[in-house]
């Protein structure tokens, strides 16, 4: 049988009637395949789309942006944990982050080859 000689997830938490232990169960799911990079990403809102308005209907089925952050600090423990590492150019130090881009660091695993 044939691999990719790279695979790479892109997962987005926080979305609408996730839970933690949803989001947690699904991450490690996705470490399950043991990709060599797993791209973690916040649900953002932007205006006059579907999550705005359902945001603005059922704000209790989202993430507030300070548990976007405490889940993001628990998603570097647990990939760090598994070996991988955040790509220093995608940080954003905490001062800048008030203003949520979206984007948040790639996280990856040097695999020998």
């Known amino acids: 049988m044939e691999r990719f000689s790279h695979v790479n997830l892109d997962l987005i938490y926080g979305l609408r009637g996730q839970t933690r232990d949803s989001w947690i169960f ?25 999550i705005m308005t359902s945001k603005a209907h059922n704000p209790e089925l989202f993430f507030s942006e ?3 952050y405490e889940v993001y ?16 150019s995608r940080v954003l130090p905490r001062s800048l982050a008030a203003e949520p881009t979206g984007r948040r660091p790639r996280i990856s ?3 020998p080859c």
């Open 73 to 88: 600090d628990q998603n570097v423990a647990l990939m760090a944990s598994k070996g991988y590492r955040q790509n220093p």
């Open 109 to 111: 695993r040097e695999r």
């Open 26 to 50: 699904s991450l490690g799911r996705a470490l399950d395949y043991e990709p060599q990079t797993l791209s973690l990403y916040p649900v953002v809102v932007r205006r006059m789309t579907n």
């Open 66 to 68: 300070a548990e976007k």
